[in-house]
């Protein structure tokens, strides 16, 4: 548990990308995290494309630099997009709940089992929630009414630094009963 929160102390959004290439070994681990993370009634309303190609990866950056925002995004040696796909709930859940109903959480946890096993990794990463949609539908050939969660930038952080955590206290965040 002590690993753990120490991993949580130390992860944040990288703003800064180092030159250097990122293993695929290691984009696979990342994507098997968030495969395993928690699901609502194990939905799995998820799936993952992984963009590892310079090229393309550079086509992703650009998509994702949206009114001034997330230019050091430019700098990721790769992205994972986190896509919404269609929740199966078992019979008797699914004829009282839209079966979409987890399906934003869900997304959100697979998001950051990805980033928690990057940072494990020594990988930076950075959640992006600002994206032209439809240009990364088209790059990365996805279906246009498909529903995006976010993308995540990876790659080895330029500056290691561990910049102090802006949170509030544990008194304001939390109410104990």
């Known amino acids: 548990m002590n690993d ?7 992860r944040q959004s990288c703003r800064n990308f180092a030159d250097k290439p990122l293993e695929h070994e290691k984009v696979v681990k990342c994507i098997e995290a968030g495969r395993l993370a928690p699901s609502g009634c194990n939905a799995q309303p998820w799936s993952f494309v992984a963009v590892e190609t310079p090229e393309l990866a550079a086509q992703v950056a650009q998509a994702c630099c ?14 994972i997009v986190v896509l919404e796909e269609r929740a199966t709930l078992m019979p008797r859940i699914s004829s009282i709940m839209d079966s979409q109903y987890f399906a934003k959480n869900d997304m959100g946890a697979a998001a950051v089992s990805i980033c928690y096993a990057a940072a494990d990794l020594g990988i930076g990463s950075l959640i992006i929630g600002l994206f032209d949609r439809e240009k990364l539908a088209e790059i990365l050939d996805i279906p246009y009414d498909k529903r995006f969660g976010c993308v995540i930038a990876l790659g080895y952080q330029a500056d290691e630094t561990i910049r102090p955590k802006q949170r509030k206290p544990l008194e304001e965040a939390a109410r104990f009963v």
């Open 66 to 79: 949206q009114m001034g925002a997330n230019a050091y995004a430019a700098g990721a040696k790769a992205f």
């Open 4 to 10: 753990f929160l120490e991993l949580c102390k130390v």
